[in-house]
């Protein structure tokens, strides 16, 4: 299975510890995702992010190393590959980009039609596919949805995320349908994360994904420059100080809890998170009572 790690807070940040020095650190995890990695950070007053890529393990790639060490920002994305669906390469490294979006994606979207729904796209977004894989694709696809939908994906209105929980829900329901059709031994499995640097939309669809607003511990509690910290014991509906979210936590420091199955974080721009919940549950897989639930 790949792994996902996102990163959201008030202030610009250092993510070294979480990416290589944390107990289960990303470039730990790699170990057994060795498929290549990718890192999309946002510069101050940047509305595009910057994506470092590569095909290598990071774990022992020193290209990775660096990478952590001098990307500091305010909106962080990573992730590392082990490939199901398309050859190892950059063109099939996460994080995808276009415009002011970055995407990563765990899981394997199993048998869909991928020349139908790249039909579905407009042509500035199928003229940017670069690689062969379904997470690409199904990034793509879900822009599309979000256009299709009224929302401006160059100036984003401030509610996008709120407005992104139905468009998600329906084009998960869509891939569930046609894998169903195609009678995979797998459920579709996307678990992703989708950001503009400033809003965040977390998905588990189908494998484990935890996030974190609290600390038990924070070695830059001192020098931290925010002063209404909200960091230490259960906070819901507030302007939280950071936001973590990754495939399996990377530090004792911090109080992991468990994104829903089938559930929906959002987070605003100012860092207020929102938890959904579909509408209706998705009926159990029908093809194989304990699927496999492999990864791209």
Not at 17 to 27: H, I, Y
Not at 94 to 112: I, M, V, Y
Not at 269 to 296: F, I
Request: charged share 25%.
């Amino acid at each position: 299975m790949c792994r996902l790690f996102g990163f959201r807070s008030r202030v610009s940040l250092s993510v070294q510890r979480s990416l290589v020095k944390a107990e289960n650190a990303v470039s730990v995890q790699s170990g057994e995702h060795r498929d290549g990695w990718g890192i999309a950070y946002y510069a101050v007053n940047a509305t595009e992010p910057m994506v470092i890529l590569s095909d290598q393990c990071a774990l022992e790639d020193h290209k990775f190393e660096r990478a952590a060490g001098f990307v500091a920002s305010h909106t962080v994305l990573a992730h590392v590959r082990r490939a199901t669906i398309g050859v190892v390469d950059e063109t099939n490294t996460h994080p995808f980009q276009f415009g002011r979006w970055a995407f990563a994606h765990n899981g394997t979207l199993w048998a869909l039609d991928r020349a139908y729904w790249i039909e579905t796209l407009d042509d500035d977004l199928r003229e940017t596919i670069r690689g062969t894989t379904d997470s690409e694709m199904s990034f793509l696809v879900l822009l599309q949805r979000m256009r299709d939908a009224g929302i401006d994906l160059d100036k984003p209105p401030q509610d996008v995320g709120e407005r992104c929980v139905p468009i998600v829900e329906e084009l998960y329901r869509a891939f569930w349908e046609e894998c169903d059709r195609g009678c995979t031994e797998r459920p579709p499995l996307w678990n992703f994360i989708l950001t503009d640097g400033i809003h965040f939309i977390v998905h588990r669809a189908g494998l484990e994904l935890v996030f974190s607003t609290q600390k038990k511990i924070c070695g830059d509690e001192e020098i931290c420059p925010v002063h209404d910290k909200v960091c230490f014991g259960p906070r819901r509906d507030v302007p939280h100080t950071h936001f973590l979210v990754a495939s399996e936590p990377t530090s004792d420091d911090d109080v992991w809890e468990a994104v829903p199955d089938h559930g929906i974080l959002v987070l605003t721009d100012d860092l207020r998170l929102k938890e959904y919940r579909y509408r209706e549950t998705v009926a159990p897989w029908p093809h194989q009572a304990s699927a496999d639930t492999g990864s791209v």
